[in-house]
């Protein structure tokens, strides 16, 4: 054999290249298997340029094999395979990419040449981060080539020389494991691996555990030395992956059924979306893929989203920030980007515009689906607005650009059970809701303002979650002049009955004193005609106040910095009420005055928060000393 030295000017580049190009090591299948499919399409090419010549039936597949007792990993193909001069020149030259030597010199005749996938000329090298030497042997194409074997283990010392037994055209590549790789050498593993990165590689993939082969072959023997007439039938080989990805296929020709099944198989998800987006671009970039609306009720942080990235079908990386707006996470689906660099540093892509590119034209289809479905299907969209109102909520929040698109497109949510837009909602309650758009935050808690909104002919939008937060300050930053939300607990004066009397001030001012003395503290209170006769009070807070208030909340601040501004709004047109009216002048039952302030309060109160311990405790106390004055009677 002859010796020769790799011609790389660093003696450190391949222990740099162990370490810092891959962050995963089960890449090295990723190389290794997408060069063997590349050495594939080129046999290919030259085949259908009349360069080569292929056997009729030819079967063109790749075989990654693993044997732990030997310790090795095998992946071999039947492609254009390599002299040893070329492998001299692909494999020893780390920095030359023998993928663009190709490319140009057959750039005329082949047209697109870019679908082959090396784009970097240092895949091939992963191998040694599993692999303590590696071996290369091959049989090229080319009329009466010989085979070669190449052998290094690592260092910058190789061997090449004609000893290969390979017979056959194609080129296998032995991994001889080391420490680091030893992993690998469990089938399952390896398995995951290819699964992981090669499940659309377009070439058929076979996978073989041999230590498990000779365990079933041995099995086999017993079985059939105990039942001799049984006839065993040979399984039938099947390829791990699937060649021809649905998102290759034009959307006019994909039916719905074939979505759904590549939903299920892809994200091992039974449920079917609810509906999907087939990305289909060639120009000014080249971009396929499919993206999956999933069903999910639950909150946002539960939502377990999955973008796979692929390029020319080989996998990248899941939820790459860096490609795919973040937002868009949320969903499920696969991207095939041919045009991104395969091996990819992530603040590369963080500053090319080519990402910006990218992640603009999803943002637009997403976008352009919404409004489609809004348009066109409008009771369908409303039925998954449940669903997907928190994605779309969130990609506001986070693309501004989004919003711009889809603002149109957003539905609320009525105490009615209807679904409005912004505009629909102010169009039906203007008059009646002086141009404030009213809302529920929770709403068994809320459930007396619900009710006496209903009577009251009016109605409230549901934003209950806790994005609905930041939402509701961007609608009305973002959602057009005078748009202001207010809680369904801030506004009593809304649902005063119209031409009947309040109270006089003097009278207000009386009951104030009464509560004031019954509570033992100040209360602001309001006396009104509510729409509800059956509803004695209510409590009114200011909604500027309890924003203030959250909001120190939720920064950690001294809730006492802002008070909250609340009124105790008393339903002069309830018969309870009427009676405290008539009773306070009435010294004899002051203390029953002072127990029906005490429980109008409190039942008012919990019509708008949760009582504390103390409250309740003194709640439960009194309500069973009103029974007890009630039994005796
Ligand atoms: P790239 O694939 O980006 O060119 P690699 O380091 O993965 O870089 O491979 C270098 C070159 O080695 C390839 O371009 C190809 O010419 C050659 N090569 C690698 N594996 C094979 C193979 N299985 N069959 C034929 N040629 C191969
Ligand atoms: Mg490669």
Not at 246 to 251: D, F, I, M, T
Not at 397 to 414: G, I, P
Not at 600 to 612: G, I, P, Q, R
Request: charged share 30%; glycine share 6%; aromatic share 10%.
């Amino acid at each position: 054999m002859e010796k020769g030295n790799l011609s790389i000017t660093s003696e450190n580049m391949l222990p740099i290249i162990k370490k810092w190009l891959y962050s995963d090591s089960d890449i090295f299948i990723r190389e290794l298997v997408s060069n063997a499919c590349d050495a594939i399409s080129k046999f290919k090419k030259l085949v259908q340029m009349g360069e080569a010549t292929a056997a009729e039936d030819e079967k063109y597949r790749v075989d990654v094999t693993v044997d732990k007792d030997a310790s090795t990993i095998t992946v071999s193909d039947n492609g254009i395979g390599m002299t040893a001069d070329e492998i001299k020149e692909y494999i020893t030259n780390i920095a030359f990419s023998g993928a663009s030597d190709f490319v140009e010199k057959y750039k005329d005749k082949m047209g697109e040449a870019n679908d082959i996938i090396g784009h970097f000329g240092l895949g091939f090298y992963s191998a040694f981060m599993v692999a303590d030497k590696v071996q290369i042997d091959s049989l090229s194409c080319k009329e009466g080539a010989k085979a070669a074997r190449w052998i290094c283990d690592g260092g910058v010392e190789y061997e090449i020389g004609d000893e290969s037994d390979r017979t056959s055209r194609g080129t296998t590549i032995t991994l001889y494991i080391g420490e680091d790789g030893k992993a690998f050498l469990d089938g399952w593993k390896l398995r995951e691996a290819l699964v992981k990165y090669c499940y659309f590689m377009p070439t058929e993939i076979y996978f073989t555990d041999l230590v498990q082969e000779r365990k079933d072959a041995e099995e086999a023997k017993k079985h059939t030395e105990e039942h001799p007439d049984e006839a065993v039938e040979p399984e039938e080989e099947q390829p791990v992956n699937d060649t021809r990805p649905l998102w290759l296929k034009k959307p006019s020709e994909c039916t719905d059924e074939e979505y759904k099944k590549f939903y299920h198989t892809v994200f091992t998800d039974f449920n079917d979306p609810l509906f999907w987006i087939h990305l289909n671009m060639d120009y000014p970039f080249r971009l396929k893929g499919i993206l999956y609306f999933p069903k999910l009720k639950h909150d946002l942080e539960a939502i377990e989203g999955q973008v796979k990235l692929y390029n020319n079908q080989v996998f990248i990386a899941d939820n790459l920030k860096e490609v795919i707006p973040e937002f868009l996470l949320l969903l499920k689906g696969t991207i095939d980007c041919p045009d991104l660099p395969l091996n990819v540093s992530r603040s590369f892509l963080q500053n090319d515009g080519y990402v910006t590119k990218i992640s603009n034209y999803i943002i637009k289809k997403v976008a352009d689906k919404l409004n489609s479905l809004f348009k066109k299907n409008r009771k369908e969209y409303e039925g998954f607005w449940d669903d997907i109102n928190q994605f779309i909520k969130y990609g506001c929040l986070r693309e501004k650009e989004f919003y711009d698109k889809v603002k149109d497109s957003l539905l609320y949510k009525t105490t009615e059970g209807e679904y409005v837009t912004l505009s629909e909602y102010i169009d039906k309650n203007k008059e009646k809701c002086d141009n404030k758009i009213f809302y529920v935050s929770d709403v068994n808690q809320q459930a007396q303002y619900i009710k006496l909104f209903k009577d009251n002919g009016m109605e409230a939008v549901e934003l209950t979650t806790r994005l609905d937060v930041p939402f509701i300050s961007y609608i009305e930053a973002y959602g057009g002049a005078g748009v202001t939300f207010a809680r369904i607990d801030s506004a009593a004066d809304m649902l005063k009955k119209k031409d009947a009397d309040s109270l006089s001030e003097g009278e207000t001012k009386e009951l104030s004193e009464l509560f004031k003395d019954s509570l033992g503290k100040e209360i602001k209170l309001k006396a009104e005609p509510l729409m509800a006769e059956d509803v004695s009070a209510v409590i009114e807070l200011s909604e500027q106040s309890r924003r203030m208030q959250e909001m120190s909340a939720m920064y950690g601040m001294d809730a006492k910095a802002f008070p909250s501004d609340e009124s105790l709004v008393l339903n002069t047109d309830n018969n309870v009420v009427k009676l405290l009216l008539k009773l306070k002048a009435d010294e004899s039952k002051k203390d029953e005055t002072k127990l029906i302030c005490q429980q109008v309060y409190d039942l008012a109160n919990m019509s708008n928060k949760t009582l504390s311990a103390e409250e309740m405790t003194a709640f439960i106390g009194r309500s069973n000393k009103i029974l007890e004055m009630l039994a005796e009677k």
